[in-house]
């Protein structure tokens, strides 16, 4: 494949990371789960109450001040960025304000509530103090109760030798990591330069189809080939691609796959470039359910000792990132063992800083699972290599829909009925709005019944069982039913947010199944 026309790698390319990532990354501790149960509109909230608070503020304070910081001695220049909730900038001395949103009664918040909070207002201090050569600044850490509408403010001031020192210390182990990383992608890009095909020779149509690939990548385009079985097509894909990561024209490739077959050949193909001099790392990530070490699947860290202190014991795990080049499954639950840390969750944090992903359509397809610390508000540009994409309109049908089953509505409903009635009570509304759908597939002699419009009467019932669930989840009570009843709120969940995407390409469905309850 002929590559002399591409463009020149750009090792000083500027590498940014942000102030939140770059707090939680050096300064994040404890256990995998440590907030408990959030309501499935959290997010939403928090950004209305951080809006309300800002609103509420007098005509001097400004909003959303964006502020950058090149960090010194550093090659490729390194780049903190940030955005501080709110600055007086004209006060003496200046004010910015760190805005939090909690449920938590403000009784239970105190001063060192989270360290990363602190952390995070201290950073944009430092950065807003530099830029406009302040000696003292002053930080409000604001608290903002989403049920109350209540604020509790805590306030201290720091001189610039206070926050350049604290800087520096957060800077430091995060710049040793960073300088790894760049010395890996140093490596791994001259690697790929001197790259060779990495058999005797191509197959018929194999150089084409390499060819196409390359062109397509370099002109951020999309290809669809069909090529008949036996071409080569995992190796004439992955090779292209390989080659334009090393040319900066892609920040990290994702292969994508549906059968574990495919994750099997794509792992064989990059281990074959790997013999011929390749340095590149990949992971395969495998689905939670899976790969879980105690199933079924509860991330409680009072149960499960690979969720207790992750955040901990993973920072040691990812020291072995320079050991191993392939993050197969294996490999990642022998670390996993070793370092007694969840695998799925470090497959993920793994993929942060390898090249190559393989794993299946729904981490970057499905709105339930895809991968969101990639995919959410981020510019970096992607490979997308789709293994027989035929399969996907059927998957992603899959990803867009959602079911109920009525027996799981009574079993929970018999469950629940001496602990929490009046949970069993909307379950039995539910349960009735079940019987009138089957009563009406019996009374047109049918099994099942299509209806092209929303279930309306289903829905409000459900967004009603939804929100009383939600009461009584966000209590974190330890109970037995929690389980059951937390894993039936998520498919609650999912059925509402799928309703969201209702259209004339929707129908709502009901099928008959086994004697009327």
């Known amino acids: 494949m002929d590559t002399n026309t591409a463009p020149q790698i750009e090792v000083n390319q500027p590498h940014s990371i942000s102030v939140r990532s770059l707090v939680e990354f050096v300064m994040q501790s404890g256990d995998l789960s440590m907030g408990g149960f959030q309501r499935r509109d959290r997010a939403q909230l928090g950004t209305q109450g951080h809006k309300r608070v800002q609103r509420s503020r007098p005509e001097e304070y400004h909003t959303e001040v964006e502020v950058t910081c090149q960090v010194e001695d550093t090659e490729p220049p390194l780049v903190v960025r940030g955005r501080i909730d709110g600055l007086y900038a004209s006060h003496e001395p200046v004010i910015i304000e760190e805005i939090k949103t909690t449920t938590l009664s403000l009784e239970l918040v105190n001063e060192d509530h989270n360290p990363l909070h602190w952390a995070q207002a201290q950073c944009y201090a430092y950065m807003y103090a530099r830029q406009q050569q302040l000696s003292e600044i002053r930080i409000h850490l604001t608290y903002y109760q989403l049920d109350s509408h209540e604020e509790k403010i805590f306030e201290?001031?720091?001189?610039?030798?206070?926050?350049?020192?604290?800087?520096?210390?957060?800077?430091?182990?995060?710049?040793?990591?960073?300088?790894?990383?760049?010395a890996w992608q140093i490596r791994r890009d001259r690697s790929i330069e001197q790259l060779e095909f990495p058999y005797a020779e191509y197959?018929?149509?194999?150089?084409?189809?390499a060819v196409a690939v390359y062109k397509t990548i370099r002109e951020k385009d999309r290809a669809y080939i069909q090529s008949p079985t036996g071409v080569g097509k995992t190796i004439a894909t992955l090779f292209p691609s390989v080659k334009a990561l090393g040319l900066g024209l892609a920040e990290k490739i994702f292969y994508l796959t549906a059968k574990t077959s495919g994750r099997l050949v794509a792992e064989k193909a990059l281990d074959d470039m790997r013999r011929s001099n390749l340095y590149l790392r990949s992971v395969t990530l495998t689905a939670k359910e899976k790969i879980c070490f105690c199933p079924p699947v509860n991330c409680d860290p009072d149960v499960c000792i690979f969720a207790r202190g992750y955040f901990d014991k993973v920072k040691l795990a990812?020291?072995?990132?320079?050991?191993?080049?392939?993050?197969?499954?294996?490999?990642?639950?022998e670390l996993a063992r070793k370092y007694e840390i969840c695998p799925f969750e470090f497959s993920l944090d793994l993929a942060l800083w390898v090249d190559c992903i393989i794993c299946d359509y729904n981490y970057v397809f499905d709105p339930r699972v895809y991968l969101h610390r990639f995919f959410d508000l981020n510019i970096d540009p992607y490979i997308f290599l789709v293994?027989?994409?035929?399969?996907?309109?059927?998957?992603?049908?899959?990803?867009?829909?959602?079911?109920?089953?009525?027996?799981?509505?009574?079993?929970?409903?018999?469950?629940?009925?001496?602990?929490?009635?009046?949970?069993?009570?909307?379950?039995?509304?539910?349960?009735?709005?079940?019987?009138?759908?089957?009563?009406?597939?019996?009374?047109?002699?049918?099994?099942?019944?299509?209806?092209?419009?929303?279930?309306?009467?289903?829905?409000?019932?459900?967004?009603?069982?939804?929100?009383?669930?939600?009461?009584?989840?966000?209590?974190?009570?330890?109970?037995?039913?929690?389980?059951?009843?937390?894993?039936?709120?998520?498919?609650?969940?999912?059925?509402?947010?799928?309703?969201?995407?209702?259209?004339?390409?929707?129908?709502?469905?009901?099928?008959?199944?086994g004697s009327l309850t």
């Open 156 to 182: 201290r001031q720091f001189s610039w030798e206070e926050l350049e020192k604290f800087f520096t210390n957060l800077i430091t182990p995060y710049l040793n990591w960073f300088r790894k990383v760049q």
């Open 318 to 333: 990812l020291e072995e990132l320079d050991q191993h080049q392939a993050f197969t499954r294996p490999v990642i639950e």
């Open 203 to 209: 197959r018929p149509g194999q150089r084409d189809m």
């Open 387 to 513: 293994d027989e994409a035929h399969n996907l309109p059927d998957r992603a049908r899959t990803m867009y829909s959602a079911e109920l089953d009525k027996e799981a509505v009574l079993q929970l409903q018999r469950t629940l009925k001496p602990h929490v009635p009046s949970l069993a009570k909307q379950l039995g509304e539910i349960n009735k709005i079940f019987l009138e759908k089957r009563k009406a597939c019996e009374e047109n002699g049918k099994e099942a019944l299509i209806e092209h419009e929303l279930p309306e009467d289903l829905l409000k019932a459900l967004r009603e069982f939804s929100r009383k669930a939600e009461d009584w989840l966000v209590m974190n009570q330890t109970a037995e039913f929690r389980q059951e009843l937390l894993e039936f709120y998520f498919l609650c969940s999912n059925y509402l947010r799928t309703a969201e995407y209702f259209d004339t390409f929707y129908v709502s469905y009901f099928e008959r199944r």
